[in-house]
């Protein structure tokens, strides 16, 4: 999966993140960007003419097994 977005809202003063598809633990996830849409945090956009991506290396190492998600829980980004 290229992928992966979860929402954030406010409760109370604090903002806690829902993940609908369960497909990672909320725990361990890194905020990268913020924004309404996809076209907020666009990793690239071509506004005129061609392009080509002519590569890219993404690499997450994370030590041990991740954390299991108790998806009734509040989970907070930190």
Do not use: K, N
Request: glycine letters at 6%; proline letters at 6%.
């Amino acid at each position: 999966m290229d992928v992966h977005l979860v929402a954030e809202a406010a409760v109370g003063d604090q903002w806690y993140v829902w993940d609908p598809t369960r497909l990672a633990p909320r725990p361990s996830m890194v905020r990268i960007a913020t924004g309404r849409d996809a076209a907020d945090v666009a990793s690239a956009t071509a506004l005129d003419g061609v392009s080509a991506l002519t590569g890219m290396s993404v690499f997450a190492v994370a030590p041990g097994d991740l954390p299991v998600d108790d998806h009734e829980a509040l989970v907070t980004l930190h």
